[in-house]
């Protein structure tokens, strides 16, 4: 092999490698992510840049393909298409961005960064470098973002060998004096193994095993349990009624995941309930592209799937408290994160409904993820998923 054809088929198959590293799903492991823009900023022509980003976005999701066959108890194809699509618009934006002019790539790698983190690019914005921040400079909060993104920008320039010094230096520090994110005071989230069924069983048993589980934290002393996405089905007045009248008389305060459902689609929300009564607390920003948001159905004049609410809600109230609400595909993303650390929440809840990723590290990135934005603005965590 030629020392022109060698060169690019070492940085895919590096880049490939620090896409599967850094996102396997342990936090320690997201710095090797910031190996990408060193391996695409030494791309020669704009096609290696091209295959130098799929090759690292196709590693960091490679659990996807499976994932959507069991979503859709199909076969291995339709997982495969939407794979690719994905990667679409990572591969895309750090084509055209690339160039030879060294002068210019570090404010290339700085477009590149901003538009994989907001829509509509960062729609699919998985796998991003700088979510790294969290595990490099935690509790440094806008500060260690900032210095995550300079020093992403450095790594794709010449001087790249001694900022990615600094960056194992910092790395090193951070492991070997890490503590997880804490649990609020009172605050507990509850990991279920109820497979599929959930949110799809709705019957009155269901429920009361929820409930029981339920009070029976609340007899250690929790009084703010979190349950996974999806865990009440669909939100109806029968469903308040039920969890009012198991809740009366206490002072339990549980946030879960449900559904609510109208003639023209479906929000993917959290209600609050308590014994004064539920309410939806947050409604999804971003959920889940191709399986749950469905925007082209509007073109065909026809109705359904889940509602993007973008930028609403980014801070919901729950009691004295201020959260910071994510779902399931908003933990792999970057704005809705952002954008509710804007506004100081006191904590942050993440929650998933992860049946079908089972045999994938989905839900481990997922987690991976929520813990190295709460370790950054240094926030207590409280996480809750079914498998």
């Not at 010094?165 to 804490?182: E, M, Q, R, V, Y």
């Not at 009084?223 to 809740?247: I, Q």
């Not at 002072?251 to 479906?266: E, K, P």
Request: hydrophobic share 50%; net charge positive.
């Amino acid at each position: 092999m030629s020392r022109n054809c060698l060169q690019p088929v070492l940085l895919i198959i590096t880049a490939t490698a620090a896409g599967a590293g850094g996102w396997s799903g342990h936090p320690a492991l997201l710095p090797v992510a910031l190996a990408f823009p060193t391996l695409w900023s030494q791309a020669r022509t704009r096609l290696a840049a091209a295959l130098v980003a799929g090759g690292y976005f196709l590693a960091a999701s490679s659990g996807l393909p499976q994932g959507v066959m069991a979503f859709y108890s199909a076969d291995l194809w339709p997982g495969l298409l939407l794979w690719l699509l994905a990667s679409a618009s990572f591969v895309a934006v750090h084509a055209v961005l690339w160039t030879k002019r060294s002068g210019v790539r570090p404010l290339r790698q700085l477009a590149a960064i901003a538009l994989m983190s907001v829509p509509p690019f960062g729609i699919t914005g998985w796998a991003h470098p700088v979510t790294a921040a969290g595990i490099l400079f935690p509790e440094w909060g806008w500060w260690g973002l900032a210095a995550t993104t300079i020093g992403l920008m450095g790594l794709a320039t010449r001087m790249w060998p001694p900022i990615a010094i600094t960056f194992a230096s910092f790395w090193l520090w951070s492991a070997t004096n890490w503590i997880d994110p804490k649990l609020p005071d009172g605050w507990q989230g509850v990991d279920l193994a109820f497979g599929r069924s959930l949110g799809r069983d709705a019957s009155i048993q269901r429920h009361l095993d929820l409930i029981a589980i339920v009070k029976n934290l609340a007899s250690g002393g929790i009084r703010n349990v979190v349950l996974p996405e999806s865990a009440l089905g669909f939100w109806t007045v029968t469903t308040n009624r039920l969890w009012l009248r198991a809740l009366r008389g206490t002072n339990i305060t549980v946030i879960a995941g449900a559904a609510t459902v109208d003639a023209n689609g479906y929000d993917n929300v959290l209600v609050t309930l308590s014994a004064d009564g539920g309410r939806i607390t947050y409604r999804e920003r971003m959920p889940v592209p191709g399986s749950m948001w469905q925007p082209w159905r509007s073109l065909f004049g026809e109705t359904g799937g889940a509602r993007a609410r973008f930028f609403a809600n980014p801070i919901v109230t729950i009691g004295p408290s201020r959260a910071a609400s994510l779902i399931c595909y908003e933990q792999l993303i970057v704005w809705p994160l952002l954008q509710s650390m804007l506004y100081d929440p006191d904590l942050i809840i993440a929650v998933g409904n992860g049946w079908w990723t089972k045999g994938t590290s989905i839900v481990a990135v997922q987690r991976a993820s929520a813990v190295a934005w709460a370790k950054l603005f240094a926030k207590p965590l409280v996480l809750s998923f079914n498998t």
